[in-house]
């Protein structure tokens, strides 16, 4: 369990990252979502004792990020966004450097980097420098330590980022496989969706929603969203993007849509974020009620 208490970041040009974040964690894997500067980073950055809080604290399974480092850094593993592999070093020796940092044997960090990298399908290019592997690889060699280290608590920080479809799903696999509780931040609704048992929408460093991706989607029961092409102002949208105007009507409603040219899409996460998005930045046309 991990528990946020009243959690503030400010950064030295007055900018806060964080806004006195309350927030506990149980489940198994938990996707935190937001744009831009929204505050998952940091998050995730002082969860992994890698960038202390401005005032207020956090507890991950009872121990005190602040008070009880040590313990934690022995429980958890974190991969940053910017993480990458040393180009000339091979899998294998990626994880038996990393095992043995983190206090196992020479033979206890041979034996569980070798399941790992087999049960992430590695074990073939086990011996090649990481400079010659796919990027889904090199996301994968990471997953594939976090799993080693057998760690209560996995932190990964937007692990699918600049990956192709296939490299991403290959990845989205292996976390599958991660022992412990899973805390990743991701930009891909998709992925939060495919993984996420919770997801947690935040902004400007505070809790939006949560739940479930089920019932965070309840509002857009039996609704469908329609995108206006871009000039076409023979009918008032109720949200605009840019030059892109859409609404959210019923499946009967979107037939008379359709007919004058718009685009219709089925309702993912991506509309969560965008009503959140709209709403925040005050540019909403109309309201929900004209449909």
């Known amino acids: ?43 995730i950055r ?63 960090a041979d034996e569980e980097g070798m399941k790992a990298l087999k049960a992430l399908e590695l074990w073939k290019v086990r011996n090649a420098p990481t400079d010659t592997l796919s990027g889904g690889m090199k996301r994968k060699l990471f997953v594939a330590m976090a799993l080693a280290a057998n760690a209560d608590t996995v932190f990964l920080d937007e692990p699918t980022t600049g990956l192709d479809p296939l490299s991403r799903f290959e990845v989205w696999s292996a976390i599958k496989q991660l022992n412990g509780s899973v805390i990743l931040t991701t930009h891909y609704m998709e992925e939060a969706q495919q993984l996420a048992e919770e997801v947690v929408l935040v902004d400007q460093g505070q809790v939006l929603e949560r739940g479930s991706v089920n019932s965070l989607l309840s509002s857009f029961k039996g609704k469908i969203r329609v995108e206006m092409p871009e000039g076409n102002r023979s009918i008032k949208m109720q949200y605009r993007i840019g030059t892109t105007r859409l609404s959210y009507v019923s499946k009967k409603k979107a037939e008379e849509f359709i007919a004058m040219g718009c685009t219709v899409r089925p309702i993912t996460l991506d509309d969560l974020f965008i009503i959140h998005g709209v709403n925040l930045n005050d540019e909403a046309e109309g309201g929900e009620d004209e449909y």
């Open 46 to 108: 002082i969860l992994s004792t890698q960038l202390e809080p401005s005032s207020g604290t956090a507890r991950i399974n009872g121990y005190d990020i602040l008070k009880d480092t040590d313990a934690i850094r022995s429980r958890i593993t974190s991969i940053p966004q910017e993480a990458s592999p040393i180009g000339f070093l091979t899998p294998l020796e990626h994880m038996r450097i990393y095992l043995l940092a983190r206090g196992m044997t020479f033979k206890g």
């Open 1 to 43: 369990m991990i528990e946020l208490l009243n959690l503030k970041k400010r950064y030295s040009d007055g900018t806060y990252a964080l806004k006195g974040l309350n927030l506990k964690l149980e489940k198994r894997l938990t996707a935190v979502i937001g744009r831009n500067g929204a505050g998952k980073t940091t998050t």
